[in-house]
């Protein structure tokens, strides 16, 4: 089975700190993603990169970075959180090529205080 | 950029009956429509999906209908059972590749 897997479930963080969120995958997956979560507003696509080193910017990635340093890794930067980035982090991950399912992990629900 | 409406956005049903969910898109441009459920305190997953050459699909309980005229694409459950209560998401790929645009969400939730 596809396991994503992110670093933390719930994590509270302060106005202006620096922000890490991590995600991995264990099936070799080209593509990972980020998107956000929000009441009323489905999901948005943050950022997503279909290889070590390559990232693609996706609808909301004002406030955000990522980071693919290795193949199974991606990681999402909150260069100074914010309190409107308040929200449910989702990591997914697919195979290469755009018509594959995309795999979620269990979300991380940040809030900035 | 592709745009995509998902009513209702909450939709409560006894159990046995059917439940319909339904998705337009603005990217005529759009061929690949996956559906996703999630899970309370979980990560979305694909439950079925179907590209723009085929017009139904079904895998048991679930079906979902593309009507590529009118650009709009629904999603049908049959026999519904209370593990079926859950937040379908409803999305598009359009015409950039890898990123899918993902309605807002419908609750389901199923009577006993």
């Known amino acids: 089975d596809v396991k994503v897997t992110q670093s933390s479930r719930y994590l509270v963080k302060r106005t202006g700190e620096k922000v890490f969120l991590e995600c991995v995958q264990d099936?070799?997956?080209?593509?990972m993603f980020w998107y956000r979560q929000d009441p009323g507003l489905g999901l948005r696509l943050i950022y997503f990169s279909y290889d070590v080193k390559m990232k693609e910017k996706g609808d909301i990635p004002e406030g955000y970075s990522v980071s693919r340093e290795k193949k199974e890794r991606f990681s999402l930067i909150l260069e100074s959180a914010s309190t409107n980035q308040t929200s449910m982090y989702l990591c997914a991950s697919s195979l290469w090529g755009s018509y594959n399912e995309q795999f979620f992990g269990p979300g991380t629900r940040l809030t900035v205080l | 950029g592709e745009n995509v409406e998902q009513h209702p956005s909450t939709l409560s049903v006894q159990e046995g009956d059917s439940a319909v969910i339904k998705c337009t898109y603005s990217d005529s441009a759009s061929n690949y429509f996956p559906w996703y459920k999630q899970e309370l305190g979980k990560g979305p997953q694909l439950i079925i999906d179907i590209r723009s050459n085929v017009g139904e699909k079904k895998d048991q309980r679930i079906a979902v209908t593309l009507n590529k005229t009118a650009k709009h694409f629904s999603l049908h459950i049959t026999e519904t059972q209370p593990e079926d209560s859950a937040v379908y998401f409803c999305?598009?790929?359009?015409?950039?590749?890898?990123?899918?645009?993902f309605g807002k969400g419908t609750l389901l939730t199923v009577n006993p």
């Open positions: 999305a598009s790929l359009g015409g950039s590749n890898y990123k899918l645009t």
């Open positions: 099936m070799d997956h080209e593509n």
